[in-house]
């Protein structure tokens, strides 16, 4: 959903990047299964030890991925779905322009899906906190462009 609206304005968002952008976000926390189980279901604040085991799975995940060239572009949406716009994400720090689009756009659905969703380490926020989240990370955590197009989509009820 989100990608197709934003296909108005961008011509870089064609057949292939939607398709890449399907394959990405299908498997995109794949490297979790290099992350112990004790790390994944923990019930409290992860250690900053552990902190740093979870920040690998991105990584992880482009790795099990990157012997299938045709993923190229998909790959960047697994590996980079934790960078952040600020600069301040994981693994390598990219910031506003120099993240895929894909990882932007998985960033946002991720999120999302993960705050209205019950964790073992917390319960589901409620979706008006989750929108006042987003909106108060537009430009920090998330790209800008891609949170409009994600809020219309709310506000039509698509999400």
Avoid: C
């Amino acid at each position: 959903g989100i990608a197709k609206l934003m296909r108005k304005e961008y011509v870089t968002i064609n057949n292939k990047f939607l398709e890449d952008l399907r394959i990405a976000a299908l498997p995109h926390d794949i490297g979790k299964i290099g992350i112990p189980e004790k790390i994944l279901n923990k019930e409290g604040p992860l250690t900053p030890e552990e902190w740093e085991k979870m920040k690998t799975h991105p990584v992880i995940g482009a790795s099990i991925l990157q012997s299938i060239p045709e993923l190229d572009y998909a790959i960047l949406g697994v590996k980079y779905h934790h960078e952040r716009y600020d600069g301040k994400g994981y693994p390598e720090g990219l910031s506003d322009g120099n993240i895929p689009m894909n990882a932007a756009i998985i960033a946002v659905a991720d999120s999302f899906d993960a705050m209205t969703t019950d964790r073992p380490y917390r319960k589901a926020w409620d979706k008006n906190e989750v929108i006042q989240y987003l909106h108060s990370e537009s430009g920090k955590h998330f790209d800008p462009k891609v949170l409009d197009v994600f809020f219309e989509l709310l506000e039509r009820g698509v999400i």
